[in-house]
């Protein structure tokens, strides 16, 4: 299967699944990630002013956990190539406007490819992109595509799964995510096989990618990593060079 088959099937599964999406991944995650996006706010340390791109955003909860979380930024942009998740992600916007839970008119949400996406070289200080990265058909090109739309000096921020560096806790998390994931995330979402693409695509991750390295090749530097509970997940900062 060439590139453009695999993307245009990772969209399809993606948009297949954004219906349950979100509830699938606060019972999977038993919570930890509404923490883990909360975290990689923290760690960007976004300030006034400051335009954000977040890349797959999905349903759009980075994006509305930045702009929440840093008041007074210029814009906040979040992309992803599925209509469906772009319109779910306009339609939590509305839906927290209206509640009065969310206050930040510059939000704004685009549907592309976040391989090739519209805006003009150094638009953005940071750009994050949270369990996106490894569903992107081309690493280095989505790398590229970050540095791309930086300005100088900004901020890549990558949220992502990796797997416990200690054996026993590797091995005991590896039972849950290998057998019992699928089974919940599949029965949530009607589609088993979207969930056990996660599985089989965090252990590839986990195994074959150098994060580290990709984003020095890319042009990144002073990279700094934290990992997110027992490791089961890590946010990457890097600074354009
Ligand atoms: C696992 S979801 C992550 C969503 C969100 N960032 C979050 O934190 O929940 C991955 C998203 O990446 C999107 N995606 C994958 N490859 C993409 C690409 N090349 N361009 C744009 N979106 C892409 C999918 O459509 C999907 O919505």
Redesign the pocket.
Known sequence: MGDRER?ND??RV??EI?GS?DLT?HLMSFGT?IGW?RRAAEAVMLQPGQEVL??????G??AITFAKAQPGLKRVVG????KT?VELAMQKQAKLAKEGELDFENLQWCQ????ATEFADSSFDVVS????LR???DLSA?LKEMHRVLKPNGRVCI?EFSLPANILVRWGYLLYFNFVLPLVGGAISGKFSAYRYLVTSVRKWDREVDLTGALEQAGFGEINITPLTLGIAKIHIAHKR
């Open positions: 993307s990772i969209r993606f948009s954004a999406y991944n990630d996006r977040d890349m797959c955003c999905g349903t909860d980075v992309c992803d190539f599925s998740m592309g490819d976040c391989l992109c949270a369990f996106g569903n992107m058909v989505g949220l």
